[in-house]
């Protein structure tokens, strides 16, 4: 063998080894934060939204949080709900826009970026994520009042390959 087409291969190689033990790809986490274990993860796009969404725990209601995935953060961009409850946006300020959607429903628009957001899993929130034309209900990945923290992040070639999280 020539001297080359073994350096060649040797090149070959290393980069075959940093694209799988690389961590580029961005994901989204679901950390069960007692344990630090990921509970969850699917990969996204670098501007791809998802939503998080929960039963209000006053007036029972549904709200709907869009999150949307930047470099190594969250943003979250808007909530929708249609009755006003504890807590909940009643006008417009300088943190968001309070507006009414053409279907009724009210949306608060903030596009604040978080490192990563911390939910209890509720006893009747039904808190769920919907991503990649799938619902994962948060009650399945832990225990009613048990915290759950979601962060982007990145992961190597080899997780995903060995299936640790949604493609």
């Known amino acids: 063998m020539n ?31 007692r344990v630090g274990r990921v509970a969850f993860c699917a ?7 998802f939503v998080l969404s929960f039963v209000h725990s006053v007036n029972r209601r549904p709200v709907y949080d869009t999150l949307r995935a930047e470099g190594e953060h969250l943003v979250i961009v808007k909530s929708r709900f249609d009755a006003f409850g504890a807590g909940m946006p009643e006008a417009s ?28 899993v509720g006893w009747v929130a039904n808190h769920a994520l919907s991503i990649k034309d799938r619902e994962i209900r948060l009650a399945d990945l832990a ?25």
């Open 3 to 33: 001297r080359r087409w073994i350096a060649g291969l040797v090149v070959a190689g290393a980069g075959l080894a940093g694209l799988l033990l690389w961590p580029f790809l961005p994901v989204i986490e679901i950390v069960d934060g």
């Open 43 to 49: 990969r996204v796009r670098p501007g791809e939204e």
């Open 93 to 120: 300020t300088p943190e968001g826009t309070l507006t009414i959607a053409k279907d009724g429903w009210l949306e608060w628009t903030l596009n604040r970026p978080v490192p990563e957001i911390t939910i209890r």
């Open 143 to 167: 225990e009613p009042g048990q915290p759950l923290t979601m962060r982007v992040r990145k992961i190597r070639m080899f997780d995903l390959l060995k299936g640790r999280c949604i493609p």
